[in-house]
């Protein structure tokens, strides 16, 4: 569990920007100094207003789809507990994300488990905290349901595999299309509320064309299936939306137009559920880090930080991401030159290099290094490895005008939150 973050004035909140690094940097770089003089580094700026204007961007943008975040890339509290009472639903898959959620006092009618594969325990703790929506995409999922069949609906994960997505999500889960129609009567003979169809065509897609055709798969399928008697109202699409990391991509208004439009078209009267992780996630943090070390190899000039692939930066391992690295100087005006650079964690671990090659410039032991689009799995993958500090959580804070400030038109449909105004 990510530790409960530090909470300091976020006055900067009320621009409107898309990240952390973009509302301080495009303000006050010396924000960041004080910051790191109060709190140490590594250090992840956390801004739950971000989340919240993620959070309601893609909501405009899917209208009629229940957007369940999903807890995997960042499930720190602030961001579960600012998303519940934004009117989120949630995405669960293991026993740890249930705990939380019951601890924050979500309402369980609000989650799906999505995990295709669990364990027996796993299944009760789910049911015993009220969650009644759940994934198979196999028969011997069924057998593990079998005692709860009364009590849980089910939702089969078909396989859509997507190789240009940064991570393709069908390697590991989901059945086959062609298996599909077999596998829903399995489960349909044997007693069991089957509700529809969930896929995840990868994360960090680059454009909406796997979604559409996974959604006409989709499709086809609901129709064949009524065909054998099997009515299915259920329609989940899974996550993968974009964010910016090294290059720009599409804003997600024009990214989600043709997925809203062919939902419209082809499902409009079923229950849409989308499962969006690191769009929320990613831009509602930043890390800044430090300078510990420098040396010349070879040529080109090494930076040793002291967070790295062990760290905040395990994205670019578990994630297949790459990140900005910003010296903090570049705001300061004065020009640095500029070198081939290497950056390197702070591990005696050969494999932990940051990035190569990359034209930075000079830095000096103790200089800032700001990292935008650091909140998904980054400190949820980070690891205690050197027994090296993990990089702290400090939460920016800031008062409901300026969430107010920066509100998007709320969605058509909103599940009802019943703890929000507590």
């Known amino acids: ?21 973009d509302v301080l940097l495009g303000a006050d770089p010396a924000t960041v100094r004080d910051l790191a003089a109060e709190h140490g580094t590594p250090l992840l700026l956390l801004s ?10 893609l909501a405009h943008a899917l209208p009629g789809v229940d957007l369940h975040y999903s807890m995997k890339p960042l499930p720190h509290p602030a961001v579960v507990r600012a998303l519940r009472d934004e009117g989120a639903a949630f995405d669960l898959a293991s026993a740890g994300e249930i705990d939380l959620a019951r601890v924050l006092a979500v309402d369980p009618q609000r989650c799906i488990h999505t995990h295709p594969i669990k364990r027996d325990r796993d299944i009760r703790h789910a049911v015993d905290f009220g969650c009644r929506t759940f994934v198979f995409d196999n ?10 069949k009364r009590e849980v609906e089910l939702l089969l994960r078909i396989s859509f595999p997507n190789p240009q997505a940064q991570c393709d999500l069908s390697l590991k889960y989901g059945v086959a299309a062609g298996e599909a129609l077999w ?23 680059a454009d909406h064309v796997r979604f559409l055709a996974a959604i006409a798969a989709c499709r086809r399928l609901f129709d064949l299936a009524e065909l054998d008697g099997i009515a299915l109202d259920t329609l989940d699409i899974g996550g993968g939306f974009p964010v910016p990391y090294m290059k720009p991509v599409s ?12 939902l419209e078209e082809q499902f409009p009267q079923a229950r849409l559920i989308a499962e969006p992780g690191r769009f929320v996630s990613a831009p509602a943090m930043t890390l800044v880090s430090s300078v510990i070390g420098k040396a010349e190899r070879q040529g080109c000039v090494w930076y040793y930080l002291d967070d790295g692939l062990y760290g905040s930066y395990s994205g670019k391992l578990f994630d297949r991401a790459d990140y900005r690295l910003i010296p903090l100087a570049d705001f300061d005006g004065a020009a640095r030159p500029k ?37 998904a799995y980054t400190a ?10 993990r990089a702290k959580v400090v939460e920016l804070t800031s008062g409901e005008e300026a969430l107010a400030a920066s509100s998007a038109p709320s969605p058509p449909r909103r599940i009802p939150d019943p703890v929000a105004a507590r």
């Open 339 to 375: 070198r081939h650079s290497v950056v390197a964690g702070p591990t005696c671990d050969s494999i932990d290099v940051i990035c190569e090659g990359r034209l930075l410039a000079e830095m000096e032991c103790d200089d800032l290094v700001v990292s935008p689009m650091m909140g």
């Open 380 to 389: 949820a993958s980070a690891t205690d490895f050197h027994l090296l500090r």
């Open 139 to 148: 028969p011997y999922e069924l057998a593990k349901l079998e005692p709860h």
């Open 183 to 205: 596998l829903l009567g399995e489960a349909a003979d044997a007693g069991f509320a089957v509700r529809g169809l969930s896929f995840h065509v990868g994360s960090q897609v």
């Open 48 to 57: 739950t207003q971000v989340a919240r204007r993620q959070y309601r961007a």
């Open 251 to 262: 804003g997600i208004t024009e990214f989600c137009a043709p997925i809203a439009a062919a």
């Open 1 to 21: 569990m990510l530790r409960t973050p530090t909470h300091v004035p976020d006055a900067r909140a009320k621009a409107g920007r898309a990240s952390v690094s």
